[in-house]
């Protein structure tokens, strides 16, 4: 049966444990994103240059395999109790304070009389660690600015090739109508001209 206080160590990791995943997960997008953001604007180039049918549903089959690939990332990234004190220890410098607890927790249950107030003390010293400490305050993003740039390059470049079609075809509705309209001021000066004509001198 555990310890109560690694019960609440453990509790408390839990918190770290959530900031862990978005954590790593928005290092990994961020790593990672100008991969589908090159591979849409290349369909859209290539719908530029030879006739490809549902365009669209083609230029988001690679943001949809991306975001999958996140969920995958984030099934199979270690998130044993171990591991993510571990992280917690490297991100707050705790100087191995929990994930000591938790190894000593999992792989040696059973305390010598000599040790049990040495290991009670670490017990102690790594709950008032975690107490302490605030989870919003470990494992912030930081922002890969030439990465993001890069993405937002692409994805930019994406969304032109993608409004290119509809800017023209309003053009072409513009410059249509403004032909009729051309042509029935022609047709009506015509006309009135006509009328003119036909009164007699």
């Known amino acids: 049966m555990r310890n ?4 609440q160590i453990l509790t408390l990791l839990r918190q770290f444990r959530r900031r862990m995943l978005a954590h790593d997960a928005l290092r990994w997008m961020q790593r990672y994103l100008w991969i589908p953001a090159l591979a849409m604007l290349a369909v859209q180039a290539a ?10 549903i083609y230029t988001l089959i690679p943001p949809a395999i991306f975001l999958m690939a996140v969920l995958i990332y984030l099934m199979v990234l270690p998130k044993s109790d171990l591991s993510v004190a571990w992280r917690v220890d490297q991100d707050l410098r705790l100087k191995e304070r929990v994930s000591s607890v938790i190894a000593f927790e999992s792989k040696a249950p059973h305390v ?11 017990r102690r010293d790594a709950l008032e660690s975690l107490k302490h400490a605030n989870p919003r ?3 912030r993003f930081i922002p890969a600015r030439r990465r993001l740039l890069t993405a937002g390059v692409l994805i930019s470049a994406v969304i032109a090739l ?5 800017v023209c075809k309003g053009l072409r509705e513009l410059c249509e109508g403004l032909h009729l309209t051309r042509a029935a001021a022609a047709w009506r000066r015509s006309r009135l001209w006509a009328k003119i004509c036909s009164y007699p001198l």
């Open 4 to 7: 109560k206080q690694v019960e």
């Open 47 to 56: 719908g530029r240059i030879w006739p490809v049918s549902d365009l669209l």
């Open 112 to 122: 010598t009389p000599e040790s049990a107030d040495l290991f009670a003390k670490q």
């Open 137 to 139: 305050a470990s494992f």
């Open 162 to 166: 993608a409004l290119i079609p509809l």
